[in-house]
């Protein structure tokens, strides 16, 4: 079955920088990958997402970067803002349209 | 607001109790989502429902009962849970047959199992 985690469940972000998180996959089946954030006392909502053909999705502040060689993907903000804040994780989504998490990583934006 | 209400937002109860959890959906979708969230570990999804009917029981026990009246609720009927079960359990809603699956998640009800 597919596996999908972060490399590091904490990253400590000074404010204006740029953060980066990451994510491995272990199975290449999945047609996309979505990117959600979990802020305290609040259920994940979606950020961006990528096609499983595509190597580099751009929204507002937010870049995903899949390299499916190695089978992992970043998301990338820029000038990090202390409501940027919370837990971030990546899922990869099937065929059959079902969705398997990481485990998130935990942003922490210092002033 | 993501469109998804769940009530309580909070619960605590004994392992002889029996309660339930409900979920709201106002945007039209017609499938919906029981996810159990714990501590430093991944989302666990634990139902699915497709337009009411239950298309997905990832082995979940028994103690948890799920039941889907309309396409637009969606309850969780717990009973004789045990302190492991202590968790925050998510409602997610999304759209089957569009071209990708986001899921709208609501807040979520944190439950503590004495």
């Known amino acids: 079955g597919e596996s999908v985690g972060l490399h590091l469940p904490t990253l400590s972000v000074q404010e204006g920088d740029n953060s980066i998180i990451n994510c491995a996959y272990s199975?290449?089946?999945?047609?996309?990958f979505i990117w959600y954030k979990q802020e305290s006392g609040k259920g994940p909502q979606f950020i961006i997402d990528?096609?499983?053909?595509?190597d580099k999705r751009q929204g507002q502040r937010v870049t995903v970067l899949l390299n499916k060689t190695v089978k992992h993907l970043s998301l990338q903000i820029a000038a990090t803002q202390p409501g940027d804040s919370a837990v971030y994780f990546c899922?990869?989504?099937?065929?059959?349209?079902?969705?398997?998490f990481g485990a998130g990583t935990q942003v922490v934006v210092t002033p | 607001e993501t469109g998804v209400t769940q009530t309580p937002r909070h619960l605590v109860m004994g392992m002889t109790n029996k309660k339930s959890l409900k979920c709201e959906q106002h945007?039209?979708?017609?499938?919906m989502y029981w996810y159990k969230q714990s501590a430093k570990k991944p989302l666990e999804l634990m139902f699915v429902?497709?337009?009411?009917?239950?298309?997905e029981n990832n082995s979940v026990p028994s103690r948890f009962s799920p039941e889907c009246p309309n396409s637009s609720h969606l309850f969780l009927h717990l009973h004789t849970l045990q302190p492991e079960d202590s968790a925050l359990y998510l409602c997610?809603?999304?759209?089957?047959?569009?071209?990708?699956?986001?899921?709208?998640f609501g807040p979520g009800t944190r439950l503590t199992v004495l």
């Open positions: 997610a809603s999304s759209q089957e047959g569009r071209n990708h699956n986001e899921q709208f």
């Open positions: 199975n290449s089946a999945s047609d996309y």
């Open positions: 990528i096609r499983s053909n595509m």
């Open positions: 899922a990869g989504v099937d065929s059959w349209g079902k969705l398997q």
């Open positions: 945007l039209g979708h017609n499938a």
């Open positions: 429902y497709n337009f009411k009917e239950q298309t």
